[in-house]
């Protein structure tokens, strides 16, 4: 069996944490692991190999990530403009075998209960070998309206129902065959592009024609304009709400999507404590909470007092800070969309921001001058750029910095440092076999990420 996983989402309800250039499923939350990987450990005991869809942007995440958990080689598919769900399962499909099992996981998921979780994973297994669609019913817990509803007898599904009100909610839970729908699902590869056909043909053909005729290597980029051509569907409007080869396997297997910040209180909280919090660090500080309970309280390393107040949300990240009621987190995307329109680098990026190459960040940034901390992999290269509206000063703390300004290619050694002009190509690069760490310092009238001009680029930016 083969685990299709899909990696891509940007998890806006969780911001400030979770932000486009890291989103919900790469960030460590439990055990200073990311949600991505404890996907990726959960199927290594049901699957053979795995098949990872995801965007182009957050590629070098998803590797350096999956190499951190897995010695298994794994294949990528990678997406230029996301198109939902159908799509991105369809050319995955596509890369296999027409008998091939495969079992689609999202990577923002948790699952507390892996014998349960491998339990319901044979079960749909044997129903996907004979020649089914299945999906993966969920036994609700509460009556909740943030997710769709399957209603079934057995393994026959009777129907799919949108996400309801409370009180058709409430219902479903008290007639006791409904079940949420996971977004898991189990077919043969060959099974699920026969439905396809049968019903989102024009999608289907859209992603042939999108497909690379190359597709032995471990990593297959979708190009951009085809990817845009491509019907934007989700699976379930695409082929499980109409074909009659859907089944579905009820389990309880400590399933959530953490789709909100009530859901990690949910999981954060525990008895003993009168709050729930999330130390993203090992020495961060523990919080001061002063008749103060039922709180979430997540921060990277700075202390936080709480006195007096009950059913709050307090995320703190180093250039942000979330408040909200407990029953709210929901509005999150709406914070969102609101500092997009003035600050959009606050939606797409944390201050410590994660590249192919390597990591920076930013330390000051004030008005005609910004400070950043780089650190450049063994190896690894920045890109071959150039900058009309800065001058940047490099300053190698430790490792050995190759640079590149113009014709000129020379090294740079701790203590040492180098100046490039506004309109200056350049390129910075670790030949060394430690970690390069330099500061950087930007001086001039814009110092926005956008201000760079690729000339070559080894990740395809």
Known sequence: MINILLSGGSGTRLWPLSRTMLPKQFVRLFDNESLFQQTVKRNVTVCSHSLIV?????????????????????????????????P???????????????????????????AAYEKAVFQAKELAEAGNLVTFGIQPTYAETGFGYIEASGHDVL???????VETAQSYIEQGNYYWNSGMFCFKAGVLLKELEKYSSEMLEACRVALPKQQDCSEIRIDHEAMQAIPE?????????????????????????????DALYDELKTAELDNAVLKRLADMPEPVCVNSKNNLIVSRNRQIALVDVDDLLVVDTS????????????KVKQVVTEIKKSQPELAEVHRLAHRPWGTYEVLVDSDQYKVKRIVVKPGQRLSLQKHFHRNEHWVVVSG?????????????????????????VHRLENCGKIDLVMVEVQVGEYTGEDDIVRIDDIYGR
Not at 69 to 86: I, K, M, Y
Not at 319 to 330: N, R, T, Y
């Open 159 to 165: 129907s799919f129902k949108e996400k309801p009100d």
């Open 400 to 424: 050995t910095a190759t640079v590149t300004v113009d014709d000129d290619t020379f090294l740079v050694r701790p203590n040492e440092s180098t100046y490039i002009q506004m309109g200056q």
């Open 319 to 330: 250039d942000a800070i979330l408040i909200s009621k407990k029953g709210s987190s929901q």
């Open 88 to 114: 991105a399962i369809a050319l995955a499909c596509m890369l296999l075998d027409e008998d091939d099992v495969v079992l689609v996981t999202t990577s923002d998921h948790l699952v507390k209960d892996q």
């Open 54 to 86: 995801s965007n182009v942007d957050q590629y070098f995440l998803a590797v350096d990530q999956y190499q951190q958990v897995s010695e298994h080689a794994a294949q990528f598919l990678l997406e230029s403009v996301g198109r939902n769900t159908a």
């Open 233 to 261: 569907d989700s699976i379930d409007y695409a082929v499980m709400e109409k074909s009659d080869k859907v089944k579905v396997v009820p389990c309880d297997m400590g399933w959530s999507d953490l789709g909100s910040y």
